[in-house]
């Protein structure tokens, strides 16, 4: 199952084991997860606010009282998919379990009906009370997953269970709930992405709008499948994508090279980048006088998707069209006449998609019916085509 919905509420109680759940929220981000935190109050006297949204790249609020005028408690409700409370005190099961609804986090569940998961973290004399037993019944018995703590040792000398859980635990855990599995381990996934450019001279080109943020979608959301990804970058930043092996290129004859070198190790190609369909046949090596440039003879670049698809074996590759008139029409004409197994298309008239964060278009298969696509971030859509790709992998 494809991880679509990603947008987790990380909420932090007041105990010791908060500082671990910096860590958490690092790793969950290394899953693809995308970490709102949310802080209860006292847990601010272990990790600071400022830590809190330098780790997570987005604002931190406390209170129900913070920036009213965004309505916080159902803003943030409405847009989380998930909620992951780690560490849970003793305190804060209590408040969930009567309802109270005293600072932002506890808001935020009350407004929410999303899966939540609680990690508890506290003595063990304070885990065993029977106050606190009959309070997590209570909030198992209303749906929420609640995991026991290990047994080991706490702050003090004291051992027993109540010790905040490993890390890698609690992911595997959470990743039960959201869906998030590893369904691409072991396999070997090649996307393009990004718009290429053809010298004209040293310093112009013919180009295109392709911003690369699709393939950039598409190349995490593989790795955060389990893939080894191979992204092949035509000009623009990758300086953030780490865990993804990168080849930086720049023409389409620099791609075609690429591509020639690592298309047979693969298992799927997912060719998102805008290929210039032509280039000048004789680029200057130096620059063209103003007065010089009255014309520039073309010749047209290498067909890359059709001359892979004819050595492919047991790959498959995914194709893109980007169309102002007869889309679905060129799609089926391209998807058919490349030897593709899919093809995503969309109209793009009037310069729509390029740069921007959501995508909306269809999904054309060989032999099986289009998938319209309504408007979804383009994180979706790369999840859409990698469920796509599984399926014909079989």
């Known amino acids: ?51 809190w949204e330098a780790l997570s790249g987005r604002p931190v609020n406390t209170h129900v009282w913070e920036n009213v005028h965004t309505v916080p408690h159902i803003a943030l409700a409405e847009a989380a998919d998930f909620f992951l409370i780690a560490p849970a005190t003793a305190d804060l099961i209590a408040r969930l379990a009567a309802g109270r609804a005293d600072d932002l986090l506890t808001n935020l569940v009350l407004a929410s009906d999303v899966p939540k998961m609680l990690v508890p973290a506290m003595h063990p004399s304070m885990w065993l009370d029977p106050a606190t037993v009959a309070n997590v019944e209570t909030l198992r018995s209303r749906g929420f997953m609640i995991m026991d703590p290990d047994v080991g040792r706490l702050t003090g ?37 990004g718009g290429t450019r053809e010298a004209i001279d040293p310093v112009r080109f013919i180009g295109n709008k392709s911003s690369g943020k699709q393939g950039i979608a598409i190349a995490l959301a593989a790795k955060n499948r389990g893939a080894h990804v191979h992204l092949i970058a035509a000009n623009f930043d990758t300086s953030a994508l780490d865990g993804i092996e990168v080849s930086k290129v720049e023409s389409a004859d620099d791609m075609q090279k690429v591509l020639t070198e690592q298309f047979p190790a693969c298992d799927v190609l997912i060719m998102s980048a805008a290929v210039a369909d032509a280039k000048p046949k004789n680029a200057s090596l130096q620059k063209i006088k103003k007065a010089l440039l009255g014309s520039i003879e073309l010749e047209e670049n290498p067909d890359l998707l059709a001359s892979l698809a004819s050595i492919k074996k047991n790959q498959v590759i995914i194709g893109f069209a980007a169309e102002t008139k007869d889309h679905l029409q060129e799609a089926r004409r391209k998807l058919e006449s490349k030897g593709l197994d899919l093809i995503y298309v969309n109209d793009v008239t009037g310069g729509a998609i390029f740069g921007q964060d959501k995508t909306m278009g269809t999904i054309l298969l060989r032999n099986d019916a289009d998938i319209a696509v309504k408007e979804v971030s383009k994180d979706a859509l790369g999840n859409l085509l990698l469920d796509q790709a599984i399926r014909q992998l079989g």
């Open 1 to 51: 199952m494809s991880l679509i919905g990603r947008e987790v509420v990380l909420g932090v109680g007041g105990g010791i084991a908060a500082y671990k759940s910096c860590e958490l929220l690092r790793r969950l981000q290394d899953r693809g997860y995308l970490i709102t935190v949310v802080p209860t109050p006292s847990s601010l006297n272990f990790v600071g606010k400022a830590t």
């Open 157 to 193: 000398k004291d051992i027993g269970p109540g010790r905040f859980p490993e890390v890698p635990a609690i992911i595997e855990r959470f990743d039960d709930i959201t869906g998030n599995v590893q369904d691409l381990k072991g396999k070997r996934i090649l996307v393009t992405a």
